[in-house]
């Protein structure tokens, strides 16, 4: 069965959209406000080369799909309003990750003098102040036209903390209070836009360092996630440059800007279509099937035989695999119904789940269990088979006479070939690198739906292998980049119910079967050495009884003709002993089945360590379970499964399918 035959749209090419995020200084800033008309100059000029580089790619990543670019602002009044009004006239879309509820995101970019016009601004009645009201209308105009992730689980305490501070201008307490928590919300929603973004654009003046979650801030938090940020210059804007590291901050101007334009078509081409990212290529080879082959099963056979008990070493192992369209109302469905049940959740973003992630899941998942199969079956059968063909031509020692060689010869000759065979198909048809390529993507879509459902991701510069990454990487960037943030506001009962899905459908299950699979494979490799060393003894033994009825029958203790008698015998089993520890042996130093087991180990401690900081944070106050608090722990379940997969792929990196020898 072919992968458009299972399901037309399980692995088809992803949108690809170009996601720009925004920063820059607010109105009242002086040198921004000297400047303003200049920058926006720059900046329309900006978004028009953006443009025109995307529409120059079109044509060339066919079958792909370019979407309308997608610009991240926090709405804040002045460099990111700016940025919003240009892209609205270019037709992109606007994603706002706000640092609180629209309405007091309103009300504090609105720059309110008087606590009547915040509470007039909150309850959204007449302000008196015309300017505070010309600036809310307006960034209400901008909400009006994007997607909104409002963080506003804490809306209520800052709303006091605000009035207090309009109430009590002198009060310095209430002010650096205020304005503290109000900086440690836009770091919030900073690294939210940051996670979302391509590229950066951060309209500063080179000098400001301001606070926590400020321009220069964003800038760095940008760059240190290896998101490469365009410069305005507030004060000389025509004189953009771009930055792609912490570094650059050190020596802004120093900057070598003179090869610009080619660096901004780069930075598209990276983000729209990266070196290496094969897709059509992939789509083509890649076929997925029902189910597993039983000819391929020789590992999994292994893995029954010495690491479970006796009743199951006979059992079948057939597989039937999840298919793309089933896995909704399948494995996956206890997810989607505890995502749907989430308050206030933004059901199109659950509906993106269970076709833009489950179904690429299921695909790859099923593609990368048979490549598995092939790629570890047929190595522990060449080993087998090298056994076999060792003993099969010397076999005819004990049984029959030298006449008949050719036929023991014949048989040992057509085990080597199935092994060159076996050896020469595995190389060609790459069981070995398409099995990581597949399994990494299912691995990076299994965890998703905790991610997106939080408006959480990983940014661009940290997935692994970096900007020149595989197509897995940059597969699982577009695609699960593509449903964007929900649109919803986050409140604390959200949160809640969100931290208990991501404990109860990710954390213990995963941790449970990484337990599992530590012990079993902890058995496998016991017994396999158990085995090994016996097959050892027994060739011992074997050479030391030959030459115990040599010594007794030159003492005339045994009749003269017995070591004549039994030396082919004895030779044979010399033979045959330790090349059957020597395959088992091989084949436990294959599977490095210690070493995986460890690695699992090491997975189910972080997990628990999660689990238990999870319920920490459940038995807390709504008041104390924020969503910097969760997305931290998100990321933390991303990082764990990130660093799992290069664990046991550096441990099978160098494994590639050859002849057991």
Same mark, same amino acid.
């Given at each position: 069965?072919?992968?458009?035959?299972?399901?037309?749209?399980?692995?088809?090419?992803?949108?690809?959209?170009?996601?720009?995020?925004?920063?820059?200084?607010?109105?009242?800033?002086?040198?921004?406000?000297?400047?303003?008309?200049?920058?926006?100059?720059?900046?329309?000029?900006?978004? &028009?080369?953006?443009?025109?580089?995307?529409?120059?790619?079109?044509?060339?990543?066919?079958?792909?799909?370019?979407?309308?670019?997608?610009?991240?602002?926090?709405?804040?009044?002045? &460099?990111?309003?700016?940025?919003?009004?240009?892209?609205?006239?270019?037709?992109?879309?606007?994603?706002?990750?706000?640092?609180?509820?629209?309405?007091?995101?309103?009300?504090?970019?609105?720059?309110?003098?008087?606590?009547?016009?915040?509470?007039?601004?909150?309850?959204?009645?007449?302000?008196?102040?015309?300017?505070?009201?010309?600036?809310?209308?307006?960034?209400?105009?901008?909400?009006?036209?994007?997607?909104?992730?409002?963080?506003?689980?804490?809306?209520?305490?800052?709303?006091?903390?605000?009035?207090?501070?309009?109430?009590?201008?002198?009060?310095?307490?209430?002010?650096?209070?205020?304005?503290?928590? /109000?900086?440690?919300?836009?770091?919030?929603?900073?690294?939210?836009?940051?996670?979302?973004?391509?590229?950066?654009?951060?309209?500063?003046?080179?000098? !400001?360092?301001?606070?926590?979650?400020?321009?220069?801030?964003? *800038?760095?938090?940008?760059?240190?996630?290896?998101?490469?940020?365009?410069?305005?210059?507030?004060?000389?804007?025509?004189?953009?440059?771009?930055? !792609?590291?912490?570094?650059?901050?050190?020596?802004?101007?120093?900057?070598?800007?003179?090869?610009?334009?080619?660096?901004?078509?780069?930075?598209?081409?990276?983000?729209?279509?990266?070196?290496?990212?094969?897709?059509?290529?992939?789509?083509?080879?890649?076929?997925?099937?029902?189910?597993?082959?039983?000819? #391929?099963?020789?590992?999994?056979? /292994?893995?029954?035989?010495?690491?479970?008990?006796?009743?199951?070493?006979?059992?079948?192992?057939?597989?039937?695999?999840? !298919?793309?369209?089933?896995?909704?109302?399948?494995?996956?469905? &206890?997810?989607?119904?505890?995502?749907?049940?989430?308050?206030?959740?933004?059901?199109?973003?659950?509906?993106?789940?269970?076709?833009?992630?489950?179904?690429?899941?299921?695909?790859?998942?099923?593609?990368?269990?048979?490549?598995?199969?092939?790629?570890?079956?047929?190595?522990?059968?060449?080993?087998?088979?090298?056994?076999?063909?060792?003993?099969?031509?010397?076999?005819?020692?004990?049984?029959?006479?030298?006449?008949?060689?050719?036929?023991?010869?014949?048989?040992?000759? #057509?085990?080597?070939?199935?092994?060159?065979?076996?050896?020469?198909?595995?190389?060609?048809?790459?069981?070995?690198?398409?099995?990581?390529?597949?399994?990494?993507?299912?691995?990076?879509?299994?965890?998703?739906?905790?991610?997106?459902?939080?408006?959480?991701?990983?940014?661009?510069?940290?997935?692994?292998?970096?900007?020149?990454?595989?197509?897995?990487?940059?597969?699982? /960037?577009?695609?699960?980049?593509?449903?964007?943030?929900?649109?919803?506001?986050?409140?604390?009962?959200?949160?809640?119910?969100?931290?208990?899905?991501?404990?109860?459908?990710?954390?213990?299950?995963?941790?449970?079967?990484?337990?599992?699979?530590?012990?079993?494979?902890?058995?496998?490799?016991?017994?396999?050495?158990?085995?090994?060393?016996?097959?050892?003894?027994?060739?011992?033994?074997?050479?030391?009884?030959?030459?115990?009825?040599?010594?007794?029958?030159?003492?005339?203790?045994?009749?003269?003709?017995?070591?004549?008698?039994?030396?082919?015998?004895?030779?044979?089993?010399?033979?045959?002993?330790?090349? #059957?520890?020597?395959?088992?042996?091989?084949?436990?130093?294959?599977?490095?089945?210690?070493?995986?087991?460890?690695?699992?180990? /090491?997975?189910?401690?972080?997990?628990?360590?999660?689990? !238990?900081?999870?319920?920490?944070?459940?038995?807390?106050?709504?008041?104390?379970?924020?969503?910097?608090?969760?997305?931290?722990?998100?990321?933390?379940?991303?990082?764990?499964?990130?660093?799992?997969?290069?664990?046991?792929?550096?441990?099978?990196?160098?494994?590639? *399918?050859?002849?057991?020898?």
């Amino acid at each position: 069965m072919t992968r458009l035959q299972a399901d037309p749209d399980a692995l088809a090419a992803p949108l690809h959209h170009l996601d720009i995020g925004v920063t820059g200084h607010r109105s009242n800033h002086p040198i921004f406000s000297a400047n303003q008309a200049q920058i926006e100059q720059v900046l329309a000029d900006l978004l &028009a080369r953006i443009d025109g580089i995307i529409e120059g790619l079109r044509a060339s990543i066919a079958p792909c799909t370019i979407a309308t670019p997608r610009l991240h602002s926090l709405l804040a009044y002045g &460099a990111d309003l700016m940025s919003v009004k240009q892209a609205l006239a270019r037709n992109w879309e606007i994603v706002a990750p706000l640092p609180f509820g629209l309405a007091l995101n309103v009300a504090i970019n609105a720059q309110p003098v008087t606590s009547e016009d915040m509470v007039a601004l909150l309850n959204e009645t007449a302000v008196a102040d015309p300017e505070v009201a010309a600036r809310a209308a307006d960034i209400c105009n901008a909400a009006n036209r994007s997607t909104l992730f409002e963080l506003a689980e804490q809306d209520a305490f800052i709303e006091e903390q605000f009035k207090k501070h309009l109430i009590e201008p002198d009060n310095q307490d209430a002010r650096s209070g205020f304005q503290t928590l /109000i900086s440690e919300r836009a770091a919030v929603a900073a690294r939210v836009m940051i996670e979302q973004s391509d590229i950066v654009i951060g309209i500063w003046d080179g000098v !400001t360092h301001g606070a926590l979650g400020g321009t220069r801030h964003s *800038i760095a938090a940008a760059l240190g996630q290896g998101v490469p940020v365009i410069w305005v210059d507030a004060r000389h804007p025509d004189d953009w440059r771009i930055m !792609t590291a912490p570094e650059s901050l050190a020596t802004p101007r120093a900057i070598d800007n003179s090869n610009r334009d080619v660096q901004l078509v780069g930075l598209v081409e990276q983000a729209l279509n990266p070196q290496g990212a094969r897709w059509s290529d992939t789509y083509a080879q890649e076929r997925w099937r029902p189910g597993s082959n039983s000819l #391929l099963q020789a590992y999994r056979r /292994i893995e029954i035989l010495f690491g479970e008990p006796i009743r199951r070493w006979f059992k079948s192992l057939s597989q039937s695999y999840e !298919t793309p369209a089933e896995i909704a109302e399948g494995s996956g469905k &206890a997810l989607l119904d505890a995502a749907r049940a989430l308050p206030g959740v933004d059901q199109r973003m659950v509906e993106s789940i269970a076709t833009e992630v489950m179904r690429p899941f299921a695909w790859a998942d099923g593609v990368s269990t048979y490549l598995s199969d092939a790629f570890r079956g047929s190595m522990v059968t060449s080993f087998l088979l090298s056994a076999l063909a060792v003993i099969g031509g010397i076999s005819y020692m004990p049984f029959a006479s030298v006449n008949q060689k050719w036929g023991f010869a014949a048989f040992e000759f #057509l085990l080597l070939v199935a092994i060159v065979g076996i050896t020469y198909f595995g190389r060609k048809r790459r069981w070995h690198g398409r099995w990581f390529e597949t399994r990494r993507v299912a691995e990076y879509f299994r965890h998703a739906p905790i991610l997106l459902l939080l408006g959480v991701a990983r940014s661009v510069g940290r997935w692994p292998g970096g900007p020149d990454g595989g197509w897995p990487e940059h597969f699982a /960037i577009q695609a699960l980049g593509n449903p964007g943030l929900p649109q919803m506001k986050v409140t604390p009962a959200y949160l809640r119910a969100a931290l208990m899905l991501m404990r109860d459908q990710h954390v213990l299950p995963q941790r449970d079967y990484h337990r599992s699979k530590a012990l079993r494979l902890k058995r496998v490799q016991h017994n396999l050495d158990k085995l090994s060393e016996r097959f050892f003894v027994a060739a011992v033994v074997s050479v030391a009884a030959y030459l115990a009825i040599v010594a007794g029958s030159a003492m005339a203790l045994l009749p003269s003709h017995w070591p004549h008698d039994v030396a082919k015998l004895f030779t044979f089993l010399g033979v045959v002993f330790p090349t #059957l520890g020597g395959a088992f042996a091989g084949i436990r130093y294959f599977g490095d089945f210690e070493r995986f087991a460890s690695i699992s180990d /090491i997975t189910a401690s972080k997990l628990d360590h999660i689990a !238990t900081r999870v319920d920490i944070l459940l038995a807390a106050s709504d008041d104390q379970i924020t969503y910097a608090r969760i997305s931290n722990l998100a990321h933390a379940i991303d990082e764990i499964v990130v660093t799992e997969i290069e664990n046991w792929q550096s441990v099978f990196g160098g494994k590639n *399918i050859s002849v057991p020898v």
